[in-house]
């Protein structure tokens, strides 16, 4: 396959014209600046864990960016017209029209957030024993995977696991590791291939319009499901335009249709690419899958007709996933991703090649070459970044890939990253500056840095309180 030329910062050599977001501010959140002591004070309070700190305490918050995003004036107003009828709420059909518009799924039911979507459509397709191919994991994921008594299997193509790859669509699903896990279990054990466009877990990366294809042909001859985690699909459907011949011409919106189209369903956190502060949805296009969903929601997140959101959550929803599509957006959403990760690159820190679509990726691994995984490198970076100033990361090694189930051991995965993830449409090129340089001078430090033990461990999802101590 030729490479097509992955454009660096977008719009920045000389003599060329810049590119500039397509809003301006109309309403500002001051930021609580902070000193170095009382960053030595919170991080050693929140046991080196940035989950546990106080947003007060943090400056640039690029922790995540799920329900960080700023709304646009559209959905603040569509707040105003939140119906809150129990039942039958309008916003709920504005909400069921936008996703059948845009993603096209005949079947919608609403979820308070993308996890609650993941159990309904785990406990619907999942019997104990079946195994859920992949492209790679991602934690709330599998966690609800294995909860329905599956086992999760990774079938991403292997560049995804190189940081240094440049491969254009680090997201593929290698259809021979797809094949040899059907040839060994049976098609039967199979309820659906878990599909994630872009991925997060392996720094924001796509998978090409060809790959899903290709994947779709593979499953329909097994009679095996394809279901997407469309949680930030918005942005793989950018690369596709950028990146992917025949694409170029298109409108991000049609090539985002296409994707969708060619799969079974999708669950959706839509505090991502759609700009809410809260809320998610199942959409299926098998009526009797939606039956189920449409049952078990009452039970678990609300009435179907709003699913643990409130009327006027789904009036900005349905407003946000038109905005998600429009190509402006989206070109200075991952140029500013691209703008930050390419200023780290040309200083020679390590990142995850190429710049993914929410967020730069910290090699800690190749920060920190003399700190054991066990030692756990990236939490260490996490707590560095924070207490030079007061820039807040995430863990996204060893912490979160947490242990196995039926070993009880650590599982150790081969990237050990920090994310740093750039909220939508809130930052300016300044805040990236600002983060740009912190990186700098931590990475300046790198050699005379130690790693942590972990002092206290939950059982799920490790790394959202687990808490640490300087060795
Ligand atoms: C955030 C996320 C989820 C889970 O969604 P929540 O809204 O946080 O519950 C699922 N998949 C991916 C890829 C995500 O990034």
Redesign the pocket.
Known sequence: MSEPMIPKTMGQQFGRRSWAEPWKIKIVEPIHMTSSAERQRAIAEAGYNTFLLRSEDVTIDLLTD?GTGAMSDRQLAGLMLGDEAYAGSRNFYHLEEAVRTYYGYKYMVPTH????A?HLISQIVIKPGDFIPGNMY?T??RLHQELAGGTFVDVIIDEAHDPISEHPFKGNVDLDKLQALIDKVGAEKIPYVSL?GTV?MAGGQPVSMANVKALRRLCDRYGIRLYL?A??MAENAYFIQEREEGYADKPVAEIFKEFCDTTDGAWM?A??DSMVSIG?WLAVNDEEIFDKARNMVVVYEGLHTYGGMAGRDMEALAIGIEESLHDDHLRARIGQVRYLGELLSDWGIPIVRPVGGHAVFLDARRIYPHIPQDQFPAQTLTAELYLDSGLRAMERGIVSAGRDPKTGEHRHPKLELVRLAIPRRVYTQAHMDVTAESVKAVYDMREQMRGLKMVYEPAYLRFFQARFARL
């Open positions: 799920s957030q993308g996890r609650g993941e991602f709330t994921t994630a997060n985690d949680t930030r956190s505090k991502k998610g």
